[in-house]
């Protein structure tokens, strides 16, 4: 795991001061770029969906709809997008979060997922978790079952991971790289 691990860190890209003065943020459309680091970030992930016995992946929007995708497929599995609130047409089902400065809400298809569903959640970062913790509790809302949370890069020093844990109740969350 060393050697994806190098690849993929090779790939990302600081930009200082993006969105706001003071902020690093991560750019990871070097890595979507190379298609020798995408495909290994895609089986990674993919290994991850296989291990957790996933019946479906869940992206959250927008760049967990860009890999979920593609591990949903690898893995043979359904895609479900999980999506800001108004985007996606007919039923669905909504679960509100709070942000740093206000709240915001995310929805999934009322239909898209049964009980019979083990859902793996696929998400680029895991910064403070409030997306993450919400789409855990619209798939459960839902029915289904939460068979893990994948990211690519987890942010340790916002403290998701301890937000996340008590939500995943024992379900793992693998982030394969750490910054």
Do not use: C, W
């Amino acid at each position: 795991m060393t050697g994806i691990r190098e690849l993929l860190l090779s790939r990302i890209r600081d930009v200082a001061d993006y969105p706001e003065p003071g902020v690093m943020f991560k750019d990871i459309t070097p890595l979507l770029a190379d298609p020798a680091a995408f495909t290994a970030l895609t089986d990674a992930l993919a290994e991850i969906a296989e291990s957790t016995g996933a019946t479906k992946v869940v992206g959250l929007e927008a760049r967990g709809f860009i890999l979920g995708a593609p591990v949903a497929v690898r893995a043979g599995l359904g895609f479900i997008p999980v999506r800001k609130a108004g985007k996606l047409p007919g039923a669905t089902l909504a679960q509100a979060y709070d942000l740093e400065y206000g709240s915001a809400e995310i929805e999934v298809h009322a239909e898209d997922l049964t009980a019979d569903d083990r859902v793996l959640i696929v998400d680029d970062v895991l910064a403070t978790g409030g997306t993450a913790e919400a789409s855990v509790q619209l798939i459960r809302r839902a029915g289904a079952e939460v068979a893990g949370l994948a990211v690519l890069m987890e942010l340790g020093f916002l403290n998701g991971r301890v937000r996340l844990e008590p939500a995943l109740n024992g379900a793992p969350l693998e982030a394969l790289l750490t910054v």
